[in-house]
């Protein structure tokens, strides 16, 4: 048992601090908001420059290889920043599941690309009413030279600028992962404005043509491939909330220190004072767990049951650590010319992504029958 | 970043698990049906917990100079995890955290007498510090104790003095500045014999476990009972609670709960057909309380892992009272609620589940919210060294 995070894993945690804390003013975050895609290039390069983008790719493919519990260090400075970087889609669900389930050639092909800032993939793990990529209802059927894939993704990412989108379908016998390219003949884009208030897209896919270079895994492979997406998915949102939390618990305390009503700072009304400290400890638990679902999925050990865990406190600390910043700023919370709005639409966002709390108690619930009643006879 | 335990930590656990199981004697398993002996101290409890001492389970964590192996926090945890998870009514105050403030602070005959005797099994000690108007503002304590030649004469009243029905010594924290402004600048800590002349007790029944209010009337008290400085006895106080927590709530306890209400689930016929365990709302209060333990188990070995690289983080500390102390309530309910009414049946009777364990449980629940430094205590703590917020008021 260690809970020290290493001197490598320390610095590019300081690295990236300082660069996002460069990039995320309040003036740049509106004139990103202002674009047409909420998209920051300027501090993807800086990342990329920086090295962090390749945290967790191999350095045979141009990254550092400091692993997967790095890259959800990386994604929780994201959070505490709000910056506006597709870090989950690309790095976690996409470039992740390639540097552990992609050929080779593939990984040649287009990890260095994304280590270095030039290449982007984003992932489509959801469809409506199923966020579980091992059983999705797109469907591939086999044919000369690859897969012809149909049906429909949602709420991607980066979905009109991405080189590919990775995703799974189902053969009826087997499941298959491909990277699509949006641009292939038979894919269609629809605009999705979401929580965040950014736009993101449904895919939809008829008899797309997936030549066989860009399928990744078939079968038995493919199932571990979309597991592992989900797992690591589901602990970077965790992780990202971590940050968002942490800073809007943080703006809460020191705007009620300053915010006079009564003639006396609020923070010392007791009432005040410990719905801030309840996040505090909400925050705390929110911690553990997701660490403990990261440091798993890093060494590669089983965290089924750790992930559904830190998922759960997720959508749950988001949820009321966001409500409570809200309640204790009074209207300058919900003022768009304050910052803790944006915090606020991505806390919402996270938690009804990969699965809602409610959802995965019982998922969580459904394991813990199965579990006794194999045993318990 | 690696939370697992070790092969070595994992073999330690297993060692108690098992040695505890021989302390825990079909003798004692009859003797603590017995109200009076529920909380310890019948004589099978006094013959297991000397020959947990003859056998050198007892002051793991304390230094050799004392007889102890020096321990991590870590083993320690995991010594004190299993023997809570056992259900043996080791007195753990007695041995963890005062027996080390007695151990630095007292004369050297005294030393002798106490740790020696607790090293060894045969002793245990009560805590004197709340008072029926000094709770947890304890600071304001009225007992006092006064000087007279080489003696103490200590008068006054201690409320819910646990264990002191059967305990050797009560450790009480007492006045001996007469100016009651200087509140905790002018208290003092003493060892009082409990067959000393002038003690006194009646007990008192709470909704769970059986404590006591304590008289003192003119106790004539030797000064070597004295423990430390004269008027320096708060952070005595203050350093021995701040350990109290870490027995307090240990995970193996609860766990062993959930892991009971489960296989209880599994096994028991629903009346819709299948077993209950396959109920949606049954499988619900199960994965709830499973995500809120596992944060008990993180919190307990982040403590301890933190424990033994330096200073504990005081909001750290206070963010682990206030989860556990609630979740544990929120557990005992969430339980309950799967056993329904055979959830009400009492140790005993015939159809109690799990021996009606959570019948007991929740009935001790609530004083962990305000015992122990009350949760509004240490949320302000929180807010104060976690958020630097100004004091409340
Ligand atoms: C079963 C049992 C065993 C015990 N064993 C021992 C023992 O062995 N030795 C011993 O010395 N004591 C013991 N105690 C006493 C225990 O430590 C006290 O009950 C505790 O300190 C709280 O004090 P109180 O009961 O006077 O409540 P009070 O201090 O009167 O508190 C009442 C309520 O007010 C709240 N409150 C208090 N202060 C504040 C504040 N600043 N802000 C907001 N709210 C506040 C509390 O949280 C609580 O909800 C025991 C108590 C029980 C019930």
């Given at each position: ?264 700072p609020l923070a010392t009304f007791q009432a005040v004072s410990h719905r801030v400290a309840d996040c505090y400890i909400d925050v705390e ?78 998922e969580l619930g459904q394991a813990i029958c199965a579990e006794y009643l194999s045993t318990t006879t | 970043m690696n939370i697992e335990l ?388």
């Amino acid at each position: 048992m260690n809970f020290t995070i290493s001197e490598e894993q320390q610095s590019a945690q300081q690295l990236a601090q300082q660069i996002l804390s460069d990039f995320t003013e309040v003036d740049k975050l509106k004139a990103i908001e202002q674009q047409q895609k909420n998209f920051d290039a300027d501090l993807w390069q800086a990342l990329a420059k920086a090295g962090l983008l390749g945290l967790d790719i191999a350095e045979e493919q141009g990254g550092t290889g400091l692993g997967f519990y790095s890259l959800t260090a990386l994604c929780e400075e994201i959070g505490r920043t709000v910056a506006p970087v597709p870090i989950i889609p690309v790095l976690v669900s996409a470039a992740g599941t390639l540097r552990r389930f992609a050929s080779d050639t593939q990984k040649d092909q287009w990890l260095p690309g994304i280590a270095n800032g030039t290449t982007l993939i984003s992932a489509a793990l959801e469809e409506y009413n199923n966020d579980d990529p091992t059983t999705p209802s797109c469907s591939a059927q086999k044919m000369e030279g690859g897969f012809a894939i149909s049906g429909t993704k949602i709420c991607i990412s980066e979905a009109t600028s991405v080189t590919r989108i990775l995703l799974s379908a189902h053969t009826g016998d087997e499941l298959v992962v491909a990277l699509v390219d949006p641009r292939a003949a038979g894919v269609t884009l629809n605009p999705q404005l979401v929580s965040t208030g950014e736009t993101r897209h449904e895919l939809v896919m008829t008899k797309v043509q997936v030549p066989t270079e860009d399928i990744i895994a078939t079968g038995s492979e493919a199932l571990a491939a979309m597991n592992w997406a989900h797992q690591a998915t589901r602990t970077a949102l965790a992780a990202v909330a971590v940050g968002l939390c942490d800073k809007m618990m943080r703006i809460t305390g020191q705007y009620t220190s300053e915010r006079e009503q009564f003639g006396r700072p609020l923070a010392t009304f007791q009432a005040v004072s410990h719905r801030v400290a309840d996040c505090y400890i909400d925050v705390e638990c929110l911690r553990l767990v997701t660490q403990q679902a990261a440091s798993l999925i890093d060494e590669g050990h089983p965290a089924k049951d750790a992930v559904q865990i830190a998922k759960i406190w997720c959508g749950n600390a988001a949820h009321r650590v966001s409500q409570a910043a809200q309640h204790c700023h009074g209207g300058t919370g919900v003022d768009r010319d304050y910052p803790l709005f944006r915090y606020c639409q991505w806390a919402r966002q996270i938690e009804l992504t990969a699965g809602s709390s409610a959802q995965i108690t019982g998922e969580l619930g459904q394991a813990i029958c199965a579990e006794y009643l194999s045993t318990t006879t | 970043m690696n939370i697992e335990l070790t092969a070595q930590q994992k073999a330690l656990q297993q060692e108690v698990r098992e040695y505890m199981k021989t302390v825990m004697t079909p003798e004692l398993l009859e003797e603590i049906k017995i109200p009076e002996f529920k909380e310890g101290g019948g004589p099978e409890f006094r013959k297991q917990y000397a020959r947990m001492g003859a056998d050198g389970w007892i002051g793991l964590s304390w230094s050799k100079a004392l007889g102890g192996k020096e321990l991590s926090h870590v083993e320690q945890y995991i010594f004190t995890d299993e023997v809570v998870r056992s259900g043996f009514a080791y007195p753990f105050l007695t041995t963890e955290s005062t027996t080390p403030v007695i151990a630095a602070n007292a004369n050297a005959e005294i030393r002798e007498e106490v740790v020696g005797g607790v090293k060894q099994g045969k002793v245990v000690i009560a805590i004197g510090y709340s008072e029926p108007n000094a709770g947890t503002d304890l600071a304001s304590l009225k007992t006092k104790a006064e000087r007279d030649g080489d003696d103490w004469i200590i008068n006054g009243q201690k409320m819910w003095t646990s264990l002191a029905n059967y305990a050797d010594y009560v450790w009480l924290a007492a006045r001996t500045d007469p100016d009651e402004s200087k509140k905790h600048k002018g208290l003092t800590m003493f060892l009082v014999p409990t067959n000393i002349e002038g003690f006194s007790l009646t007990p008192v029944h709470t909704l769970g476990v059986r404590t006591n209010a304590t008289y003192y009337s003119d106790v004539r008290l030797p000064d070597k009972y004295r423990v430390g400085e004269v008027n320096e006895g708060w952070k005595l106080i203050t350093g021995q609670l701040n350990i109290e927590r870490l027995s307090l709530f240990t995970h193996g306890q609860v766990d062993s709960l959930y892991q009971g209400v489960c296989e209880w689930a599994a096994e028991t016929d629903a009346p819709q057909g299948g077993k209950l365990i396959e109920q949606p709302w049954v499988q619900h209060n199960l994965a709830t309380v499973k995500s809120g333990l596992e944060v008990v188990k993180l919190i307990c070995w982040k403590q301890v892992w933190a424990m033994d690289q330096g200073p504990l983080n005081m909001a750290d500390a206070s963010v682990a009272k206030v989860y556990s102390s609630e979740f544990f309530v929120e557990l005992y309910r969430l339980l309950l609620e799967v056993m329904g009414q055979a959830g009400t049946i009492a140790t005993d009777s015939k159809g109690a589940v799990l021996k009606g364990k959570l019948e007991f449980r929740w009935r001790v629940g609530p004083v962990l919210t305000f015992g122990g430094g009350a949760n509004e205590v240490q949320r302000d703590i929180i807010a104060m060294a976690g958020l630097w917020m100004p004091r409340t008021r």
